[in-house]
């Protein structure tokens, strides 16, 4: 178990978690990202047509240019059961996840709608372990208001993600990053022993 993918709505900490887990682990630690390969395709489209660059733009830019990369990963998922995206990020996290002393993390699951989508392929192919990270403001009387889904592809998702989540965060808004790898200190903790657990059940 060398793989962890970190899921949740748009602007939950995901890659603020990703950040801090590199302090809180000795192992060498690989950023992947199911988004890049999307990126990467739409890059010149945008890039001509909007002069926004997708791999540094500024939130402004990015709400912009959210919807025409939502629709072109879509179409590209409904072509292949939503193996697109994946496939192209498969090798790469298996090669680095076959050394022991690396830790692969996909800082962008976000689907479980096909029989074999994102959720699956990690569990069931990579091995790995799901990360579910939701934040929270407290409002005027103290209560806890949790960041919404960004679009009705995140809302319909986002249950089925918790639902099989390994490990589940919910951290408040201005985080320090030192309680913040208490966070994922505890994540890895979690892994260590499921690791475990699922050793000794297959050793039955």
């Keep these: 178990m060398n793989v962890i993918g970190l899921c949740g709505v748009a602007t939950c900490g995901k890659d603020f978690f990703f950040a801090n887990l590199k302090s809180a682990t000795k192992r060498k630690v690989f950023r992947f990202a199911i988004a890049d390969a999307l990126k990467e395709e739409m890059y010149d489209f945008i890039k001509n047509t909007y002069n926004i660059d997708v791999f540094n733009c500024s939130p402004e830019e990015k709400t912009t240019i959210r919807p025409i990369l939502v629709n072109h990963a879509e179409i590209r998922r409904k072509e292949t059961n939503g193996r697109y995206w994946i496939n192209k990020l498969t090798e790469k996290v298996k090669k680095v996840s076959e050394d022991k002393k690396n830790l692969a993390v996909i800082t962008d699951i976000r689907f479980d709608e096909y029989e074999k989508d994102e959720v699956f392929w990690l569990k069931n192919e990579l091995n790995g372990f799901l990360v579910h990270i939701s934040k929270y403001f407290l409002n005027d009387k103290n209560e806890m208001q949790f960041v ?22 919910e ?34």
């Design 148 to 169: 919404p889904p960004a679009n009705l592809q995140e809302s319909k998702n986002n249950p089925k993600l918790i639902n099989n989540a390994d490990y589940i965060v």
């Design 171 to 204: 951290w408040q808004n201005g985080l320090t990053p030192e309680k913040a790898r208490e966070y994922c200190s505890d994540a890895l903790v979690t892994m260590r022993l499921t690791q475990i657990k699922n050793s000794l059940t297959s050793e039955k």
